[in-house]
T-cell receptor, first 114, second 117 residues
Framework: AQSVSQHNHHVILSEAASLELGCNYSYGGTVNLFWYVQYPGQHLQLLLKYFSGDPLVKGIKGFEAEFIKSKFSFNLRKPSVQWSDTAEYFCAVTGSGGYQKVTFGTGTKLQVIP | GAVVSQHPSRVICKSGTSVKIECRSLDFQATTMFWYRQFPKQSLMLMATSNEGSKATYEQGVEKDKFLINHASLTLSTLTVTSAHPEDSSFYIC????FGTGDYEQYFGPGTRLTVT
């Protein structure tokens, strides 16, 4: 069975600090990986995704993530966070193929202090 | 981009009644829709996968007779919570997939807050 672990449950950073959120997954095949963000009071939005190709994926709002197959990781990074990045971030994994279900991690709540 | 809507956004119902939540893909055809439940401060829990024209596939532990899912068209799936109880109060989120050009991304609806009194 596939699973996703997000080790940081709550992260507090000052504006301009660098961010790295950990995500490790378990799946016995080819994976598709996602990071979603949920701003307060809003619905889930896709930040970035990895299907194949370059393991360094760039998403919206200056976020990027690196797929390291040997470590089963897909960590999310941003060099300089802003107060508006305060939100909850979810890592998700699915097997390749359209009918595979998506498994979400437990989420990381990011609080950016002005 | 692809848009998924849910209706209603909030609903309050009395214990023992049923409530229906609609999920629509507004600008694409969704052959597969998913229903999730999100508990406070927790992640999304997949309840069921719904393919157009066929019966939904429920995850282990989800009562299919309580959470009725219908995916009658390529743009609409409904979740009916039957004989609702206070423990069914939660945030229900749907998502939809389409399979153009190998894009397996899911698009999420804004969610429906159900409160059972």
């Amino acid at each position: 069975a596939q699973s996703v672990s997000q080790h940081n449950h709550h992260v507090i950073l000052s504006e301009a600090a660098s961010l790295e959120l950990g995500c490790n997954y378990s799946y016995g095949g080819t994976v598709n990986l996602f990071w979603y963000v949920q701003y307060p009071g809003q619905h889930l939005q896709l930040l970035l995704k990895y299907f194949s190709g370059d393991p360094l994926v760039k998403g919206i709002k200056g976020f990027e993530a690196e797929f390291i197959k040997s470590k089963f990781s897909f960590n999310l990074r941003k060099p300089s966070v802003q107060w508006s990045d305060t939100a909850e971030y979810f890592c998700a994994v699915t097997g390749s193929g359209g009918y595979q279900k998506v498994t979400f991690g437990t989420g990381t709540k990011l609080q950016v202090i002005p | 981009g692809a848009v998924v809507s849910q209706h209603p956004s909030r609903v309050i119902c009395k214990s023992g009644t049923s409530v229906k939540i609609e999920c629509r893909s507004l600008d694409f055809q969704a052959t597969t829709m998913f229903w999730y439940r999100q508990f406070p401060k927790q992640s999304l829990m997949l309840m069921a996968t719904s393919n157009e024209g066929s019966k939904a596939t429920y995850e282990q532990g989800v009562e299919k007779d309580k959470f009725l899912i219908n995916h009658a068209s390529l743009t609409l799936s409904t979740l009916t919570v039957t004989s609702a109880h206070p423990e069914d109060s939660s945030f229900y989120i749907c998502s939809a997939k389409f399979f153009g050009t190998g894009d397996y991304e899911q698009y999420f609806g804004p969610g429906t807050r159900l409160t059972v009194t």
